[in-house]
């Protein structure tokens, strides 16, 4: 039995995750901690746990193995840090940090820590995106030219962040805005896939101006050394998103619509692109479950810390582009 704590329980990804543990019969929440009393109140009810005056009661107790911070992104820093310190194993809703600054800082300190870390990255367990990956690695492709990926949804149209999430759509308070919450999920499979742009570029934009301030829609074009091009697009205002990625190379082709790969490649027998491409590995098990599990010893490849602070890195990088109307080099 794994003694778990919640160190802010602020993200929109909090209810499912009380939902996974509630079924989890080898982990228990002992604490919960939120600068919302009423909030710890409430989610401390569900899993029947007992609240914390301050975060303090966290780090101090060692029978607490692991902490869970969901927490507004702006507080990420002092919780992470804290816990780290702590030697406490961390799951940390992305983005890791509020800036690029600070995700760096905190990476550094759970390197030095040498606690398990996990993030919300949880689209790499896909099926169709683990087949892709591998396929790239065994050059399926042949030199990969462009690669794209979308991540939008309806959101702001209808109002998802106007009550419990309204932190979420304020960006003082988030760290970003649509572009940065849902890009951040197409940023990491492209450099999980392709590795580090040298050069980025960005537009954001106010579609609906429903929350003040707050970008809802975006478009990144990633460049690498190897002349790939990559793309990425990301919002709250869309109604429709059916088709998620594309792959093209001088030997290959891939495309994602509707959740269904079709692929075309002289390199594998029957990928003549006109039928979905079923042939595919099993679904890893979702990121945060994938964390208890490596709580309890089983393997597990888990996102590092250093490469949510490189995430970070990148997407500030594509905002400043946004807002100077520029290219940025990737130099980390």
Known sequence: MKNLAIAGSAHIHTPNFLKILGKRTDCRVQKIWDHDPARAAKNADILQAATC???????????????????ETNRHKDLVLAAAEAGKHLFVEKPLGFSAADAKQMAEAIRKAGVLFQTGYFMRGNPVYQFLKEQIQKGSFGKITR?????????????????????????EIAGCGAFGDLGTHSLDLLLWMLGKPSQVTAQTRIVTG????????????????????????????DIAS?????ISG?????????????????????ADGQQPWTDLPAPLPHAFELFLNALHGQAATLVSAKEAALRNIVMEAMYKAAKNNTWETISC
């Open 53 to 71: 005056a301050s975060p303090e009661e966290i780090w101090q107790d060692a029978g607490i193995d692991a902490v869970i911070i969901c927490s």
């Open 242 to 246: 059916p088709i998620q990625m594309e």
């Open 210 to 237: 429903r929350y003040p301030g707050c970008d809802e829609s975006g478009e990144a074009l990633l460049c690498y050394s190897d002349g790939c091009l990559a793309s990425l697009a990301a919002g709250w205002v």
């Open 147 to 171: 690669v794209r990926h979308s991540n939008c949804h309806s959101g702001s149209l209808k109002g998802w962040f106007d009550q419990d999430w309204r932190w979420m759509a304020d960006p």
């Open 250 to 270: 001088t030997e290959g082709h891939a495309f994602v619509m509707d959740s269904q790969l079709y692929l075309k490649t002289d390199k594998l027998p029957g």
